[in-house]
């Protein structure tokens, strides 16, 4: 019996050599047709998670360049990347230790970064991850399951793991070094692109922009800037700049490294900027970059005047070389050609660009027909809107492209250039190879200066249902939640009910202050007071559900929902009253009034979706739950706090929040008596001195009080008074304990106070 037991374990072994060796042979195949990197990455993961049995596989290779860990995957119709530090995560920890690992709860270990899932969107359970290396034994990344689909990762995967990706470790390096040489012939043609493209160009703008772009790639630095030398304020300024943004930088110029270079005409190229006295750190304090190196080269014109300087930031893995000088100088030639070509033709440019920015930064399609009915222009939103190409609508003629189901778009037409007065239509609907649309749509006579008939125009507004939803959402919550949400459709604003936690503020003696700052600074007010509130709620996957005059009414929960969506509603209404003490002290300075708010939580169910009538549809929620967060936020005047929660919000938080029960109610309209809170964690030591000792000393006079022990608890609420003169709950409830002496509850008494008002 033994003999047929080794003898069987003997015979597993030979299967499961055979079997690897198969998958070695698959993989070797596989790759060795594979297109490119971006099709092996794929490969390799798709077969190690199929034969592991792991949800889902994923390749980071090793950027020497940069430090990072790198891999693609395909988001719907997108290629995307993601990039981590080589030291950080769990792939970065096994590419530096050399040494694979096995983790069955991802969100216990330390070093498993929860951003990445929050990126993607997927939730990681267990990993499986092994390093990748070349035949020599060099590192150049990892291997990386997630989630395996039936029980745990087994030494087994992780053995199988590794001589699959040694398997691939050749081919995903050829690809590598594949790419890599693609990528440096681009730059290289892109070079000589831009250099025989320069002395043609008269367009200054994009000439530019592309001739940046160049320098920054062919230097391999992190950012270049052209400064153009304006000669009647002394000035040099930024016409152009690589990782600028909208930033725009003026300076004196005999200022920094850049003035200098403009003043003596002589090339600088300084390895460390904060060691240099002529570098001005101010730039990068008003930027937010950290200038390491720099390379600046003065622009000279053909008469030898120097124009403006170019300057590159930050050559990645060192220095700036003579060599880096030499290409840097070579482009600033051309650069000053470009400028002074351009200066031929800027001043009829602008208008025509003005013109043509507005038609391309419209999210409304704009047509425009010469008086032939000729079309001839089409902006990019009319483009997007039809689903066509510029050839498949320029230079027809208007009743040819509006014929059939669109018939009605060249009757419009027709009319307008008659009556020469414009037509909308609302609501209307426009058939292409794209589908059905619906759209506004409006025509436009087009007329000279001379009142010359010059065509028509049309504007065309998208309003088709993903549009409607998303510029709906989109009012009430983070836009990339919005996004998000469209991916549910529109069922969703047809009427769900779900569980959700309804938060409530109110300005206090709002009246009182709109009386005394009159009309436009009350809105200039609500405006400023509004804006930081709303990124409070929002911060936290909030949804602002509507504003009702000063008041607020946010959910948490829906259209969305979060396992701690009770917690996020607590974490913001204590960050609006962390941000409404920084914006009163910013008032108070400024010699204006504070203000002070009441913030009211419930949890409950709750009907959302989109009610109204035709003519107008919001997106809210109704029921008890929303009342009850209402009257709790009303209740705060009477309770003097700041935030009050219901005991069915308390009792699902997850995390630990300094708080007290205040009282047990039945609230207006009511029979059910429910337990409210006050939450304190936004108090500073300052503003609620002894805190935990006043907490306790409240808790226990609370109990008195419920147990008709009216001395006890008097006793019990002065001692916390003691500690805090100003706790108001403490104060009222002695106030009620010597009302009950004189005045006895019934033998049923059970501590629960009826509110009379809203």
Same mark, same amino acid.
């Given at each position: 019996?033994?003999?047929?037991?080794?003898?069987?374990?003997?015979?597993?072994?030979?299967?499961?050599?055979?079997?690897?060796?198969?998958?070695?042979?698959?993989?070797?195949?596989?790759?060795?047709?594979?297109?490119?990197?971006?099709?092996?990455?794929?490969?390799?993961?798709?077969?190690?998670?199929?034969?592991?049995?792991?949800?889902?596989?994923?390749?980071?290779?090793?950027?020497?360049?940069?430090?990072?860990?790198?891999?693609?995957?395909?988001?719907?119709?997108?290629?995307?990347?993601?990039?981590?530090?080589?030291?950080?995560?769990?792939?970065?920890?096994?590419?530096?230790?050399?040494?694979?690992?096995?983790?069955?709860?991802?969100?216990?270990?330390?070093?498993?970064?929860?951003?990445?899932?929050?990126?993607?969107?997927?939730?990681?359970?267990?990993?499986?991850?092994?390093?990748?290396?070349?035949?020599?034994?060099?590192?150049?990344?990892?291997?990386?399951?997630?989630?395996?689909?039936?029980?745990?990762?087994?030494?087994?995967?992780?053995?199988? /793991?590794?001589?699959?990706?040694?398997?691939?470790?050749?081919?995903?390096?050829?690809?590598?070094?594949?790419?890599?040489?693609?990528?440096?012939?681009?730059?290289?043609?892109?070079?000589?692109?831009?250099?025989?493209?320069?002395?043609?160009?008269?367009?200054?703008?994009?000439?530019?922009?592309? /001739?940046?772009?160049?320098?920054?790639?062919?230097?391999?630095?992190?950012?270049?800037?052209?400064?153009?030398?304006?000669?009647?304020?002394?000035?040099?300024?930024?016409?152009?700049?690589?990782?600028?943004?909208?930033?725009?930088?003026?300076?004196?110029?005999?200022?920094?490294?850049?003035?200098?270079?403009?003043?003596?005409?002589?090339?600088?190229?300084?390895?460390?900027?904060?060691?240099?006295?002529?570098?001005?750190?101010?730039?990068?304090?008003?930027?937010?970059?950290?200038?390491?190196?720099?390379?600046?080269?003065?622009?000279?014109?053909?008469?030898?005047?120097?124009?403006?300087?170019?300057?590159?930031?930050?050559?990645?893995?060192?220095?700036?070389?003579?060599?880096? %000088?030499?290409?840097?100088?070579?482009?600033?030639?051309?650069?000053?050609?470009?400028?002074?070509?351009?200066?031929?033709?800027?001043?009829?440019?602008?208008?025509?660009?003005?013109?043509?920015?507005?038609?391309?930064?419209?999210?409304?399609?704009?047509?425009?027909?010469?008086?032939?009915?000729?079309?001839?222009?089409?902006?990019?939103?009319?483009?997007?809107?039809?689903?066509?190409?510029?050839?498949?609508?320029?230079?027809?003629?208007?009743?040819?492209?509006?014929?059939?189901?669109?018939?009605?778009?060249?009757?419009?037409?027709?009319?307008?250039?008659?009556?020469?007065?414009?037509?909308?239509?609302?609501?209307?609907?426009?058939?292409?190879?794209?589908?059905?649309?619906?759209?506004?749509?409006?025509?436009?006579?087009?007329?000279?200066?001379?009142?010359?008939?010059?065509?028509?125009?049309?504007?065309?507004?998208?309003?088709?249902?993903?549009?409607?939803?998303?510029?709906?959402?989109?009012?009430?919550?983070?836009? $990339?939640?919005?996004?998000?949400?469209?991916?549910?459709?529109?069922?969703?604003?047809?009427?769900?009910? $779900?569980?959700?936690?309804?938060?409530?503020?109110?300005?206090?003696?709002?009246?009182?202050?709109?009386?005394?700052?009159?009309?436009?600074?009350?809105?200039?007010?609500?405006?400023?007071?509004?804006?930081?509130?709303?990124?409070?709620?929002?911060?936290?996957?909030?949804?602002?559900?509507?504003?009702?005059?000063?008041?607020?009414?946010?959910?948490?929960?829906?259209?969305?929902?979060?396992?701690?969506?009770?917690?996020?509603?607590?974490?913001?209404?204590?960050?609006?009253?962390?941000?409404?003490?920084?914006?009163?002290?910013?008032?108070?300075?400024?010699?204006?009034?504070?203000?002070?708010?009441?913030?009211?939580?419930?949890?409950?169910?709750?009907?959302?979706?989109?009610?109204?009538?035709?003519?107008?549809?919001?997106?809210?929620?109704?029921?008890?739950?929303?009342?009850?967060?209402?009257?709790?936020? $009303?209740?705060?005047?009477?309770?003097?706090?700041?935030?009050?929660?219901?005991?069915?919000?308390?009792?699902?938080?997850?995390?630990?929040?300094? $708080?007290? %029960?205040?009282?047990?109610?039945?609230?207006?309209?009511?029979?059910?008596?429910?337990?409210?809170?006050?939450?304190?964690?936004?108090?500073?030591?300052?503003?609620?001195?002894?805190?935990?000792?006043?907490?306790?000393?409240?808790?226990?006079?609370?109990?008195?009080?419920?147990?008709?022990?009216?001395?006890?608890?008097?006793?019990?609420?002065?001692?916390?008074?003691?500690?805090?003169?100003?706790?108001?709950?403490?104060?009222?409830?002695?106030?009620?304990?010597?009302?009950?002496?004189?005045?006895?509850?019934?033998?049923?008494?059970?501590?629960?106070?009826?509110?009379?008002?809203?």
């Amino acid at each position: 019996m033994p003999e047929l037991v080794k003898n069987g374990a003997s015979t597993r072994k030979r299967t499961n050599k055979s079997r690897l060796a198969v998958i070695l042979l698959e993989v070797s195949n596989k790759l060795a047709a594979s297109r490119d990197l971006e099709d092996a990455l794929a490969i390799l993961a798709s077969m190690s998670a199929a034969e592991i049995g792991a949800d889902r596989g994923s390749i980071f290779l090793n950027d020497p360049a940069t430090g990072e860990l790198y891999t693609r995957y395909t988001d719907g119709r997108f290629n995307r990347e993601i990039r981590i530090l080589n030291t950080s995560g769990v792939a970065g920890h096994v590419f530096h230790a050399g040494k694979g690992v096995i983790i069955h709860d991802a969100y216990a270990d330390d070093r498993f970064q929860k951003e990445i899932d929050l990126q993607t969107g997927y939730t990681t359970k267990s990993i499986l991850c092994v390093p990748l290396r070349t035949l020599k034994g060099d590192l150049i990344g990892v291997s990386q399951l997630l989630n395996k689909l039936d029980g745990e990762f087994t030494e087994q995967d992780l053995s199988m /793991l590794e001589a699959m990706v040694a398997q691939a470790a050749i081919a995903l390096e050829s690809h590598r070094t594949v790419e890599n040489l693609q990528a440096a012939r681009r730059q290289e043609l892109e070079f000589l692109d831009v250099v025989s493209e320069v002395s043609s160009e008269i367009k200054l703008g994009p000439l530019l922009q592309k /001739l940046i772009r160049a320098i920054t790639k062919m230097l391999d630095a992190e950012r270049s800037t052209l400064f153009i030398n304006d000669e009647k304020t002394k000035e040099l300024y930024t016409e152009v700049g690589e990782g600028l943004g909208a930033t725009t930088i003026r300076m004196p110029n005999n200022v920094g490294i850049a003035g200098t270079v403009f003043q003596t005409g002589e090339t600088v190229n300084i390895p460390h900027a904060y060691a240099d006295l002529r570098f001005n750190p101010s730039f990068d304090r008003k930027t937010g970059f950290f200038t390491r190196s720099i390379l600046c080269v003065p622009v000279v014109n053909k008469n030898g005047k120097i124009i403006g300087v170019t300057q590159v930031l930050n050559k990645r893995g060192g220095a700036f070389t003579s060599d880096d %000088e030499a290409r840097l100088k070579a482009f600033t030639s051309q650069i000053s050609i470009g400028l002074e070509n351009a200066k031929l033709f800027d001043d009829v440019e602008n208008i025509k660009n003005y013109n043509e920015s507005i038609l391309e930064s419209m999210s409304s399609g704009v047509i425009t027909l010469n008086p032939d009915g000729v079309i001839v222009t089409c902006n990019s939103a009319a483009l997007r809107i039809m689903s066509l190409q510029p050839t498949e609508i320029l230079e027809r003629p208007a009743e040819e492209f509006f014929a059939g189901a669109n018939g009605w778009v060249l009757e419009r037409i027709r009319l307008v250039e008659g009556t020469q007065q414009g037509d909308v239509v609302m609501d209307a609907e426009m058939t292409f190879s794209g589908g059905t649309l619906s759209v506004n749509l409006t025509v436009l006579p087009l007329i000279s200066v001379n009142r010359k008939k010059l065509g028509s125009m049309l504007m065309i507004e998208d309003i088709t249902s993903e549009k409607r939803v998303k510029s709906t959402m989109a009012r009430y919550m983070d836009p $990339s939640v919005a996004a998000k949400l469209l991916m549910a459709g529109e069922d969703v604003l047809g009427g769900q009910s $779900s569980q959700a936690t309804i938060l409530f503020s109110d300005i206090r003696s709002f009246t009182t202050l709109t009386e005394e700052l009159g009309a436009q600074a009350t809105v200039s007010l609500l405006n400023e007071y509004f804006t930081v509130m709303v990124d409070c709620i929002q911060a936290q996957g909030g949804m602002l559900d509507k504003f009702i005059g000063d008041a607020i009414m946010a959910v948490f929960g829906i259209p969305l929902a979060h396992d701690d969506d009770e917690d996020r509603a607590v974490r913001a209404a204590i960050s609006m009253l962390t941000e409404l003490n920084i914006f009163n002290q910013k008032r108070t300075s400024e010699g204006r009034r504070p203000i002070n708010i009441g913030i009211g939580l419930n949890t409950d169910n709750i009907v959302s979706g989109n009610i109204g009538s035709p003519k107008r549809m919001d997106y809210t929620v109704i029921g008890d739950g929303v009342n009850l967060a209402s009257r709790l936020e $009303s209740a705060c005047k009477k309770y003097g706090a700041r935030l009050l929660a219901s005991e069915l919000t308390v009792k699902k938080l997850k995390g630990t929040y300094r $708080s007290r %029960e205040v009282d047990r109610v039945v609230v207006k309209g009511k029979t059910q008596p429910v337990g409210i809170f006050e939450i304190v964690d936004y108090h500073s030591d300052e503003s609620f001195p002894n805190l935990m000792a006043v907490l306790s000393a409240f808790k226990f006079g609370l109990k008195c009080y419920r147990e008709a022990k009216w001395d006890e608890a008097i006793k019990a609420f002065r001692e916390g008074l003691g500690m805090n003169p100003e706790d108001f709950p403490s104060k009222m409830y002695i106030e009620r304990c010597e009302y009950l002496k004189k005045s006895p509850p019934k033998s049923d008494w059970d501590g629960v106070w009826v509110l009379d008002s809203k």
